[in-house]
């Protein structure tokens, strides 16, 4: 048996190195005619004879999208952990809990034609709306210009009034936050629901004995599992960086950088999935493989770093039993 285990974990590890090897020789030629251009370049035209790529803009997107939907799913999460494990009575914290899990079985095709034909619709009419109505005339900072002015024409850029430049459009950064926050929730609040879990009852008990109220007791218990929490909020960070059909069905789908947040955009694993197919000569394949190489290594990245917080917060609570 223990033959067998070893043998199934270092195909795993085989299996990655695979993974990371083949799409390293993809983008070979790219890694070595683009260089770091392809990381510092918003312009992306595969047309024959300009063959310029650069992913800055895609990049962009991907942070903004996921920055929005961390920033909203986050506090819910914890919120819904906490209410799992010490709020709600034990006949209905099951039920709960089998409700959050199955959120994350639901695939994500099916999220974006939600979020395509009834989220997108209702955010332009309503919360767009309502934020484009309420900061579109306050100018508090100057930021410079838009792209796109000239001298003659000159478009200044103030902050907060950029966050809604263009006014709603439903299908934007915000539109693709919003459906990756939902996407992630569950994630976060699985892992957050566990770690919490793992809060010893003798702290807890010490805390009510020295007359700690329950919101005290609480606050205490979530700082106590702070590196756990912070590794399930990386876990959906890696989700949100990889999700691609639900994004892509809100996102607008447009090669730019804008700071509003009703612009349309794309990310890395949008413009994979959106071009792979056309990239009929090597240049073109190899830049859509060193895509494909980055993505994997902003996986790593993030994933990595979650897991080995989440070990800390097992290897505490088992010292301290």
Same mark, same amino acid.
């Given at each position: ?5 070893? +043998? ?24 070595? $005619?683009?260089?770091? @251009? ?5 312009? %992306? ?43 709600? #009575?034990? %006949? ?21 034609? %939600? ?5 997108? #619709? ?26 796109? +002015?000239? #001298?003659?024409?000159?478009? #200044? ?45 003798? !702290? ?9 109220? %329950?919101? $005290? ?40 950088? +804008? =700071? ?22 090597? !240049?073109?394949? =190899? ?29 505490? @609570?088992?010292?301290?039993?």
């Amino acid at each position: 048996m223990a033959g067998l285990a070893i +043998s199934g974990v270092l195909a795993m590890f085989g299996l990655l190195a695979l993974i990371f090897l083949v799409l390293l020789d993809g983008a070979w030629m790219a890694i070595g $005619q683009i260089n770091w @251009h392809f990381f510092t370049s918003s312009v %992306w035209d595969p047309v024959k004879g300009h063959d310029h790529y650069g992913v800055l803009a895609f990049a962009y997107g991907t942070a903004v999208t996921t920055f929005i939907a961390l920033l909203l799913a986050v506090p819910v999460s914890i919120g819904t952990a906490v209410f799992i494990v010490r709020i709600a #009575p034990r %006949w209905l914290s099951g039920p709960v809990s089998f409700l959050v899990e199955l959120l994350a079985a639901i695939p994500s095709v099916v999220y974006g034609l %939600w979020g395509a034909f009834v989220m997108s #619709p209702w955010l332009q009419n309503y919360p767009e709306t309502w934020l484009y109505n309420a900061l579109h005339n306050i100018h508090l900072i100057k930021l410079g210009y838009y792209p796109g +002015s000239t #001298p003659k024409y000159p478009l #200044p850029e103030y902050f907060p009034a950029n966050l809604v430049h263009g006014g709603p459009s439903g299908t934007d950064y915000l539109a693709g936050g919003l459906i990756l926050a939902i996407m992630i929730l569950p994630i976060i609040t699985a892992i957050t629901r566990d770690v919490l879990l793992q809060f010893p009852d003798s !702290i807890e008990h010490g805390a009510y004995a020295l007359g700690a109220t %329950w919101w $005290q007791t609480t606050r205490l218990a979530i700082n106590y599992c702070r590196v756990g929490i912070f590794g399930a909020a990386m876990l959906g960070m890696a989700r949100a960086i990889g999700e691609t059909m639900a994004i892509i069905m809100v996102i607008g789908n447009t090669d730019r950088i +804008s =700071s509003s947040l009703f612009a349309g955009g794309q990310t890395l694993t949008g413009v994979f999935v959106n071009e792979f197919l056309e990239a009929d000569r090597p !240049i073109y394949f =190899s830049a859509m493989m060193y895509v494909a190489l980055t993505l994997l290594i902003s996986s790593l990245l993030t994933t990595l770093p979650a897991r080995f917080m989440l070990n800390r917060i097992g290897a505490r @609570h088992a010292s301290e039993e």
